[in-house]
């Protein structure tokens, strides 16, 4: 398809454990953002990504949570010891160029549940 | 004051009435800002956009009002239908970021 694709759709884990989430963005897309949605909130910006390099990770909300991307094209968001409160909705957005004004487009999330 | 604070938080309207979302913001530095919309088990996709030098911008039933020296604006859906039932997202921006800053979301019900 030619939209943003994430994987997988729902993940179940215990409490500690590591997780992984894929994203897929559009292709030639060179900006990348990660975001959070919890029950109730908006989205949450985590982390940008221009290439392969991430200028800003500010909203990375502890250093539990890393990212990375590879080949300018997959990106892949790592949570380590999860908690409780990371259970959300990670939203992996894309855009032609990082111009603020270039549309970001969503992939449909991965819904995370920590037990 | 980098927050957009959105309201209300639910919102129900009957078939063919009007639906109108607010959102507000304290950053004089944004002149973005997009609507998004999301519907159950979907991302977000952008809706419409409007730039703080118009008052108002139209697309078929979705119209986005401005008032700039409210610091307010807000999306205005006419002849509201059950199809349009979703989670609707306000955001700003400003030159010089990439960054969107989110509200948290209005959860639209149009009854049949």
């Known amino acids: 398809g030619a939209g943003v694709s994430q994987s997988p759709s729902n993940k179940v884990t215990e409490k500690g454990k590591d997780v992984e989430l894929r994203c897929d963005p559009i292709s030639g897309h060179t900006a990348l953002y990660w975001y959070r949605q919890s029950l109730g909130q908006g989205l949450e910006f985590l982390i940008y990504?221009?290439?392969?390099?991430?200028?800003?990770k500010s909203g990375l909300p502890s250093d539990r949570f890393s990212a990375e991307r590879t080949g300018g094209s997959v990106s892949t968001l790592t949570i380590q010891r999860t908690q409780q409160e990371d259970s959300a909705v990670y939203l992996c957005?894309?855009?032609?160029?990082?111009?603020?004004?270039?549309?970001?487009?969503f992939g449909a999330g991965t819904r995370l549940s920590v037990l | 004051q980098q927050q957009v604070k959105q309201s209300p938080q639910s919102l129900i309207v009957q078939k063919g009435g009007i639906s109108i979302i607010n959102c507000a913001y304290e950053?004089?530095?944004?002149?973005?800002f997009p609507w998004y919309q999301q519907f159950p088990g979907k991302g977000p996709a952008l809706l419409i956009a409007i730039r703080p030098d118009v008052s108002e911008k139209k697309e078929g039933r979705f119209t986005i009002s401005f008032n700039k020296s409210a610091k307010q604006f807000s999306l205005h859906i006419m002849d509201s239908q059950p199809g349009d039932s979703a989670t609707y997202f306000c955001a700003a921006t400003f030159s010089g970021t990439y960054k969107y800053i989110f509200g948290t979301g209005t959860r639209l019900k149009v009854l049949a």
């Open positions: 950053n004089t530095a944004f002149d973005y």
């Open positions: 957005a894309s855009s032609r160029d990082r111009g603020r004004r270039d549309i970001q487009y």
């Open positions: 990504f221009q290439g392969n390099s991430a200028p800003d």
